[in-house]
């Protein structure tokens, strides 16, 4: 949600989140960034949409050339520094995702995991297009989701989180159906399959959905234009 990870979640208490993961939500974190890496070149620019303290950058940059990772949170920014060292080929830079400040086709690649679509609390058809403007004509655009079968292991990690005291309690009232509601106003759904495929068609894109190991679906899309 646009301005609740800058004010409640971000830096060391975004980091705590990830390292309280249960097991199974830590083999769907790194089954997304294993992906990810499948679809990059040792040649590839990289920007990275809600980059939070790095921990998806980082692990980019083991093959892309370089990574650009964008974040509304400067604490989270400063930490991402920190744990990309002062010889990585990872920048970091303060951004919104719907107005970035990069020239056109900028990019070979923009990706945007950890159904960044629905937790940014942004216009997801503006973000799409600015994505789309940055990355040059034959690169790609990723952007992933929950699976909806992920959603046991989904609602446990959030209570771990509300019980650690990162976000406020679940309301159990409002939560389901795909979508975590918490009592001091996070809320967050999901995109289907179905759901990503119509907001491409509104676009004018082809895309590819693919289930990567019952917990996340990708959404890839190839910016049209001359190779």
Known sequence: ?????????????????????PPRVQQYLEAEIQFVLSRLRRTDVVLELGCGYGRVAVRLAEIAKRVVGIDTSCESLDLAQQL???SSTCEFREMNAVDLAFPAGE???VVCVQNGLCAFGVDRVE???EALRVTRPGGRLLFS????????HRLSWFEAQAKAGLVGEIDYTATGDGVIVCVDGFSVGLLTPEALRSLCAGL????????????????????????
């Open 127 to 129: 973000l799409i297009r």
């Open 84 to 86: 990309a060292g002062p």
């Open 1 to 21: 949600m646009e301005g609740y990870y800058e004010a409640k979640l971000s830096g060391e208490g975004l980091r705590q989140c990830y390292e309280i993961a």
């Open 145 to 152: 989701s929950y699976s909806e079968g992920f959603w046991p």
């Open 107 to 109: 990019f070979d690649a």
């Open 204 to 227: 004018g894109l082809d895309c590819e959905i693919v289930e990567v190991e019952g917990s996340s679906v990708f959404c890839e899309v190839i910016v049209p234009g001359a190779v």
